[in-house]
């Protein structure tokens, strides 16, 4: 159980186009997901947190403008790059708390999405 | 603020042999839980083993145990008879609304 899919596993995008990554939890319900980014050999940087049915609370230092996160149900959470550049690149990961678990509850993890800009 | 300390970039063992991976972090919380994670190369990030802060008794899943020492607020990954399987990228992380990862400890298994 606690299936997480995210969606696409890579992306090959050019430079100014923008690029949606869907999270989905399969089956389970999930009132937040949080989006990490991680670059090679690095730790994962969490990048917001997006709640159903409100706005994203965004990590300092993180543009809310270029990463626009969606989180219209309790299975479904996008993140958007927009006008993605090469330094975009990245490793991007969601992940999710099922409805009703504690915060000490761990997270279920999608597979994780391999952004490359040209 | 929640932190979590890996001292660790990398580690190596030998196939069957042990290895203790560290992890020091610091809280404010009384209740919390510590996890550790694996990535392997496929980049899946998987739920390793967890210890929740308030039981004494270390927590152990198979061949992975951990020493947990609130007081020192230390908690180390024990992998027994280590097999190739387990090469990856290892983190440790502290519970809370979003976990905040460690940067990490890659091991590298050889035959």
């Known amino acids: 159980g606690a299936v997480v899919s995210q969606h696409p596993s890579r992306v090959i995008c050019k430079s100014g186009t923008s690029v949606k990554i869907e999270c989905r939890s399969l089956?389970?319900?999930?009132?937040?997901m949080f989006w990490y980014r991680q670059f090679p050999k690095q730790s994962l940087m969490l990048m917001a947190t997006s709640n159903e049915g409100s706005k994203a609370t965004y990590e300092q230092g993180v543009e809310k403008d270029k990463f626009l996160i969606n989180h219209a149900s309790l299975t479904l959470s996008t993140l958007t790059v927009t006008s993605a550049h090469p330094e975009d690149s990245s490793f991007y990961i969601c992940?999710?708390?099922?409805?009703?678990?504690?915060?000490?509850?761990?997270?279920?993890f999608g597979n994780g999405t391999r952004l490359t800009v040209t | 603020a929640q932190t979590v300390t890996q001292s660790q970039p990398e580690m190596s063992v030998q196939e069957a042999e042990t290895v203790t991976l560290s992890c020091t972090y610091d809280t404010s919380e009384s209740d919390y839980y510590l996890f550790w994670y694996k990535q392997p190369p496929s980049r899946q990030m998987i739920l390793v083993i967890r210890?929740?802060?308030?039981?004494?008794q270390n927590a152990t899943e198979n061949r992975f145990s951990v020493n947990f020492q609130k007081a020192a607020k230390s908690f180390s990954l024990k992998i027994s008879d280590s097999q190739l399987g387990d090469a990856a990228m290892y983190f440790c992380?502290?519970?809370?609304?979003?976990?905040?990862f460690g940067k990490g400890t890659s091991l590298l298994v050889t035959p």
């Open positions: 210890q929740e802060a308030y039981k004494q």
């Open positions: 992940s999710a708390r099922a409805l009703g678990s504690r915060t000490n509850s761990p997270l279920h």
């Open positions: 992380t502290l519970s809370g609304y979003a976990l905040n």
């Open positions: 089956d389970f319900q999930a009132t937040t």
